[in-house]
């Protein structure tokens, strides 16, 4: 059974920092690439950073420069920090896998999610 569980959400002032963690299980982490989408009330599921296999990465427009994916096989495990945050970033982010990594942009190209950790970024 596959499980993803992220960690590290909270509250945050603006321009504050957060480092989210995702701990995967049930499949072969090395095999997937992994990425970072976040939902706020009302909107659509906004794709925010993957990273590949192979340690190649991308960035939604918005977080370039400022946000960072990495990844640790040996650990199962897929990061994001998250520096200099702003108010309108308050979402619910949840990392997720994709076996196929053709279009990781793309929401509907994961295999399985988590269930999301909440972040707030006050003003």
């Known amino acids: 059974q596959v499980q993803l569980t992220e960690s590290g959400g909270g509250l945050v002032q603006a321009g504050g920092s957060l480092r989210l963690s995702c701990a995967a299980s049930g499949l072969t982490f090395s095999r997937y690439a992994m990425g970072w989408f976040r939902q706020a009330p009302g909107k659509e599921r906004e794709f925010v950073a993957a990273i590949r296999m192979g340690g190649s990465t991308d960035y939604g427009d918005s977080v370039k420069g400022r946000f960072t994916i990495s990844r640790d096989n040996a650990k199962n495990t897929v990061y994001l920090q998250m520096n200099s945050l702003k108010p309108e970033e308050t979402a619910v982010y949840y990392c997720?896998?994709?076996?196929?990594?053709?279009?990781?942009?793309?929401?509907?190209?994961?295999?399985?999610w988590g269930q999301g950790t909440q972040v707030t970024v006050s003003s």
């Open positions: 997720a896998a994709d076996l196929k990594a053709l279009e990781v942009s793309n929401k509907d190209e994961y295999n399985y």
